[in-house]
């Protein structure tokens, strides 16, 4: 379980995030919707304790920073480091030895290539990897599908429904609304900081609906008018 209760940000006189209350299950995955800005990275950095902020945040694993694997949405690598390093460094960081690498390396990456020469999905699925390889309790995967292919795109909703089975937290934000409501049990819509809707599966399709009537109305017509 993770706890969170009255969760604010400010980055001097902006306020990002407006009084956070999510109370976060095991064996379900979470959507996080919004547009850009809305402060959904915001929200996962101070999560995982690389923000600090109001309010309070708990979980049945203590200290929660310790038993969480995050996945920004551009992760980030040193400039001569492998692939197979970096999953070392990671699982070193959680006392886990990982001696058996390649064979678990379902994505095919390059892992004796470094991993700064990789491409942007490259990249995302090495940093996926390792966090899968640390065996953490809870995973906030920030833009997961963000510039990857297709077929790692379908791997990646199998992963997430493969940790859900295995009893993990798995909270997932994505701009493609199909990727959230193939592998999500709820979603929270975040707008200006502040969640503005909680959805369970049996109302994705009007959330859906609600949001591509505001994000596009009548602007296509007002391309294409005469």
Known sequence: MIQVTGLSKNYGDKQALKNINLRLERGRVYGIAGENGAGKTTLFRCIAGLETCEGEIRADKDPLKNHLGLLPTEPYFFSRITGIEYIRLLCNARQKQEADIESRNIFELPLKRYASTYSTGMKKKLALMA???????????????????????????????????????????????????????????LHEGMIQRSVQKDGFGALEAEMKEASVGKKIDQLFKD
Do not use: A, M, W
């Open 131 to 189: 966090i899968l390889l640390q065996d953490n309790d809870y995973f906030i995967l920030d833009e997961p599908f963000n510039g990857v292919d297709i077929q790692s795109n379908i791997v990646i909703t199998e992963l997430i429904l493969s940790l859900k089975q295995r009893n993990k937290i798995v909270v997932v934000s994505s701009h493609i609304f199909s990727t959230l409501h193939d592998t999500c049990d709820e979603i929270h819509l």
